[in-house]
Structure formats: structure tokens, C-alpha cells
């Protein structure tokens, strides 16, 4: 009797208590800053964002200060005068944003761009250096748009370390003075050749090696303009003005890029593409990069197979990604292209059961040699003809996690190495338009990625964030490598997921895929003993070096893990507020 009268009273008491420490927790969880990471391709960038985020910035503050120091930096891959596409993850709302600050080609261009004088494609040298390769650059507007929405710090503010770094200088890194000494043309280039050289006591070029110091006074000038008149100091005025000057009086294949093109310019927001992958949802860039998208596929494709099963780095597992990578590379070199331009069947190539077709043309004993693109039922797409690309590698991802959990994943480039080796305010110019299709139609099918006035060409570029069943972010990860990017990213989130790798393993494993073409492994690595057993499956294998560079956080139970490719010179900085 006594007990029944105690025992709600007790009942009560606990559950009070129960709310009460709940509740401290929770508010304890929100005051407690939680540890920031960044990991990006040069160290520079990667402290000129940790002391963004240290002084309690947003992940998009960070992103503002690394790209700023990569363009100083790492200019043969990413800059200010290039593209980029943003992938973010809003803590508070759960959304996630992709904003698109991709080049577009002035309205002067032609499909006929790439084309000589008997309609065939030019070499890709002569289409890469000098003006008609540069596009309107994106990046600009695209991070305005971005701190618009999450900056928490001043725009001005956010390019302080790059403006002192270009003024007091910088250490050459050794992937930036491989670059210069490796680069066929660069010394010859008015600008980049008294930047990238110094003259010797003979009077001749040497250029700029690992550990010399490189200032940049025009780019600090440049920086400063941005600062105080935020995307109007870029795209309107004295900056505008010399880039349009300098494409339009190019020494080689001037171009037409204009004023008007700046101020036409627009970065977007669009939908990111989402989908589920064994117990976690993969969101990426949608068109008009082919990365989100193919990425995707592949892995759509292999969902229907037991990649953990197959163990990590098998024979069965090399040979299966492979052969869904062919399938998704096919689909992607027919549909994709800019969507603003051509009707890209998003929803039907990532559609399950499509998928699951695609999946079992794969035969576990021999390889499918050249895959054919898959037949959608959207006759519209069918029209399209096979993309004819050529790509070089540079570019330059990062990842950035900020202590309010907010994610940044931001894959960005100049294209080839140095652009179009232009150079104007202390920024090399990019050559982006040559991610196009040099032939605009095929057997008289348009093709999707031709040239066309105020479109953006086809890209490959992949930023990734991954959540975990509830909703949680688990990682974010990206890689530059051109086409090639797709596949150093889907095997990096196939090792993470399947594989049950941490960060720094996924990113350090040998690399290999297949882009309808050779199976290309990574050579100087164990894959190498693998080739012969892998051509008795009917691959043709292609040993060359891999250089990704994947940069990648990855939450992990007990903290967080993030990881700079070894084979690039960035380094990982994590931290508190
Ligand atoms: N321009 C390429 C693209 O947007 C990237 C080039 C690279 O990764 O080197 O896909």
C-alpha cells in the first residue's frame, strides 16, 4: 500500500530528472565548441582557413580564405580568375547546397572554337594556351553567393592571409616547381615568364624552384580590390577591365571574352543529386559536372554486388568496379552536359532498376571490353552523340568541417596546369572551355557537351558529402585528376564504406579505374602484380602514376579523421574556436 503511494512520487522525481539532465547535456552539446578540420592541398591554405575558424568563422569563411591562398599558392591548379563547384552542409537546417560557380563561355564563342581550318579538332596545346580557352570566371560570385548565405565573418576580413602572404611572400612548394619546370610553355608567356623565372647571372630563365620565395604584388593589389568592393572589385573595373585585355590581345589565339560576359555572369544554386549506398546517402554536384552524377552510377551499380564480401583490393573487387565504371563512364560521354542547355536525364540514369539492368550486364568472368551507353527510355537524350574530350590534370579539392558541424567540399581549377597561361592581376587565367567537346556533332548528332555562347562546359569535378543513416554527416571528400577524378573518388568512398577504411587509409590505397577504355592501375604499387591475373579477366591494363589528390574528413566514433593525399603537398590542421 505504502509503496503504491511512493512509487509514483519516485516515478515523477526520476523523470524530472531525467528531463533536467537531458537537458544540460543538450545545452552543453550546443555551447561546447566541437573541434574544426580542414584538409587542402597546401598548408598555406589550410592555416589561412583554421585561422578563419579558429576566430569562429564558418566553414564558407574558411573556404574563402583557402581558395584566396590557393590561387597564390597552388596557381597551376585553382584561382580566383578560374571555376569551382561548392558542396555545403548546413548543420542547423540539415541542408544541403550546391553552388555552381563554373565558367561559361562568352558570347562570342562558336562550336566551331576548337575546330582548324578543315573542321578538324585542334591538338590540345594550341587550344589550351591563350585566350579562346579562357571561360567568365565563377569562383568570385560563387563564394559571395555562398557567404551571402553562411558567412559569419567579414567578406574583407576572410582575405587578409592570402593579401599578406602575396605581399611578403610565399615558399614554392614542390608539386608548384615541378609544374613550372615540367611546363612546356610557360617561360615563353609575357607575365608568367618574369613571375615563374628569375634571370641567372648569364641572362638566362630559371625557374622558380622548390623553397625559393615568390611575391605578388599585383595579385595582393587584386585581393585588396575584392576585399573592400566584395564580387563587384572582380567582376566590374580595373580587374574585369585587364582580364578582358589580356584574352583579347592574347600573343596566341586571342579570344572574345568581354565585359558583358562579366557582368552577365551568374553563379548558381542548384540541387544537389542524393542517393542512398548501402546504409548511408551520397549527395554530389549535379550537371553540369559528370562527377555527382557518374559517381553515382557507379555506384547504383554496384550496390547490387557485395563489394565487403569481395574483400578490399581483391581480384573480384578490382574487376567489378572496373566493369560498373566502364558502364557509367558510357552514359556519362552520351547525356551529360550542361543542363541549362541540354536535358540531362538525371532522374532516369540514377533510377534503381535502370541501375540494376545496368549492373547485370556484368559478367564475373570476363571483362565487357567497351561498354555501350545504356538505352534511357527519354528519346530526347538518345540524340546525343559520344563526347570527344581531352583532359590534363591540376585542379584542387578541399574539405573543411567547422565547429558548429556546418561541411564544406569544394572541388576548384584552372583546368590544365596554369590555365591558359595567361596571366592578369597576378591570377592565372583559366582555359576551362576546353573541357568541352572539341567536335560539336557526331555521324550529324549534336553532341551534348559542343560549345555553345553562355554555357558551361562539361566537368568532372566531385565533391562529395556522405550521411550516415540518421541523417548524420560522416565525411566529406573530394579529388582533381580530370576525368579520372570520378573514379579516385568512388573507390575512396567504396574503401570507406565498404571497406571500413579510415581516412588516411582510403586516400593512401593504390589507385585504379577504368574509364571505358584501359583499366589503369596505379604504377610502383602492389596492384602491379595483379595486371596479369586481371588481363586473363579480359582487361587491358595500363600501369601509369595516379595523382589524385583526395582531401577528406571523416567522422569516426572517436573523433574526428582527416587525410591529405600523400601523392599532392597539403596537410590536414584541426582545432577549436
Ligand atoms: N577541368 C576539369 C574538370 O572540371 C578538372 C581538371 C583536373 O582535375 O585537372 O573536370
Request: aromatic letters at 8%.
Amino acid at each position: 500500500m505504502r509503496l503504491n503511494r511512493i512509487l509514483p512520487g519516485l516515478t515523477a522525481a526520476a523523470l524530472v530528472l531525467i528531463v533536467v539532465v537531458a537537458g544540460f547535456a543538450w545545452l552543453w552539446r550546443s555551447d561546447e565548441p566541437q573541434p574544426f578540420m580542414i584538409a587542402a592541398a597546401n598548408p598555406y591554405a589550410s592555416e589561412a582557413g583554421a585561422a578563419m575558424l579558429r576566430k569562429g568563422g564558418s566553414a564558407v569563411d574558411a573556404a574563402i580564405a583557402v581558395q584566396a591562398v590557393l590561387s597564390l599558392v597552388e596557381p597551376e591548379s585553382s584561382g580566383l580568375a578560374g571555376g569551382a563547384f561548392m558542396l555545403h552542409y548546413d548543420e542547423k537546417s540539415g541542408d544541403v547546397a550546391a553552388y555552381d560557380g563554373r565558367e561559361t563561355a562568352p558570347m562570342g564563342a562558336t562550336p566551331a572554337l576548337f575546330l582548324d581550318n578543315e573542321g578538324e579538332p585542334l591538338p590540345f596545346l594550341e587550344a589550351m594556351i591563350g585566350g579562346s580557352s579562357v571561360g567568365t570566371p565563377g569562383v568570385v560570385k560563387m563564394l559571395w553567393l555562398a557567404h551571402q548565405e553562411h558567412g559569419k565573418l567579414e567578406w574583407g576580413e576572410l582575405f587578409q592571409p592570402a593579401i599578406k602572404l602575396a605581399e611578403e611572400g610565399f615558399t614554392v612548394a614542390p608539386k608548384l616547381a615541378e609544374a613550372i619546370a615540367r611546363d612546356p610553355v610557360l617561360m615563353q608567356m609575357p607575365v608568367a615568364q618574369d613571375y615563374f623565372y628569375r634571370m641567372d647571372a648569364n641572362g638566362l630563365r630559371v625557374p622558380a624552384a622548390e623553397g625559393d620565395v615568390l611575391k605578388n604584388p599585383a595579385y595582393a593589389e587584386t585581393l585588396k580590390i575584392i576585399a573592400a568592393e566584395g564580387w563587384k572589385g572582380f567582376y566590374q573595373g580595373k580587374v574585369a577591365e585587364e582580364i578582358v585585355s589580356t584574352v583579347q590581345n592574347a600573343p596566341r589565339r586571342p579570344g572574345t571574352l568581354a565585359l558583358s560576359d562579366f557582368a552577365a555572369y551568374e553563379a548558381k544554386k542548384r540541387e544537389p543529386i542524393c542517393a542512398p549506398y548501402r546504409a548511408y546517402r551520397v549527395c554530389s554536384m549535379p550537371p553540369p559536372t559528370s562527377g555527382g552524377l557518374t559517381t553515382l552510377q557507379i555506384l547504383g551499380i554496384l550496390g547490387n554486388y557485395d563489394l565487403k564480401g569481395m574483400g578490399p583490393m581483391t581480384l573480384t573487387a578490382v574487376h567489378f568496379i572496373a566493369e560498373a565504371e566502364k558502364l557509367a563512364y558510357a552514359d556519362r560521354d552520351k547525356y551529360i552536359g550542361d543542363p541549362d542547355f541540354v536535358d540531362v536525364p538525371v532522374e532516369e540514369m540514377l533510377d534503381s532498376a535502370y541501375l540494376e539492368s545496368r549492373a547485370n550486364e556484368i559478367d564475373a568472368s570476363y571483362s565487357m571490353g567497351k561498354a555501350k551507353p545504356g538505352r534511357l527510355a527519354d528519346e530526347r537524350a538518345m540524340n546525343w552523340g559520344m563526347n570527344q574530350p581531352v583532359d590534363m590534370p591540376s585542379t584542387s579539392h578541399f574539405s573543411i568541417l567547422d565547429s558548429n558541424g556546418n561541411a564544406v567540399s569544394m572541388t576548384t581549377s584552372v583546368e590544365g596546369p596554369f590555365g591558359s597561361h595567361l596571366m592578369a592581376g597576378g591570377m592565372m587565367l583559366n582555359n576551362q572551355l576546353t573541357d568541352f567537346s572539341f567536335v560539336p556533332e557526331q555521324d550529324g548528332k549534336p553532341i551534348a557537351n559542343a560549345v555553345a555562347p553562355g554555357k558551361r562546359p562539361r566537368s568532372s569535378m566531385t565533391p562529395v558529402i556522405v550521411f550516415d543513416e540518421d541523417g548524420e554527416f560522416r565525411a566529406a571528400i573530394g579529388s582533381p585528376g580530370g576525368s579520372r577524378i570520378i573514379g579516385y573518388v568512388t573507390q575512396t568512398l567504396i574503401a570507406l564504406i565498404d571497406w571500413d577504411m579510415d581516412m588516411v587509409a582510403a586516400v593512401g590505397l593504390p589507385r585504379f579505374l577504368d574509364r571505358n577504355g584501359p583499366l589503369e592501375i596505379e604504377a610502383g604499387t602492389p596492384l602491379e602484380q595483379m595486371a596479369l591475373q586481371l588481363e586473363e579477366l579480359g582487361h587491358t591494363v595500363e600501369a601509369r602514376p595516379a595523382i589524385s589528390g583526395l582531401h577528406g574528413i571523416l567522422v569516426m566514433p572517436d573523433g574526428l579523421d582527416g587525410a591529405a593525399d600523400p601523392r599532392r603537398d597539403g596537410n590536414v590542421v584541426t582545432g577549436q574556436p
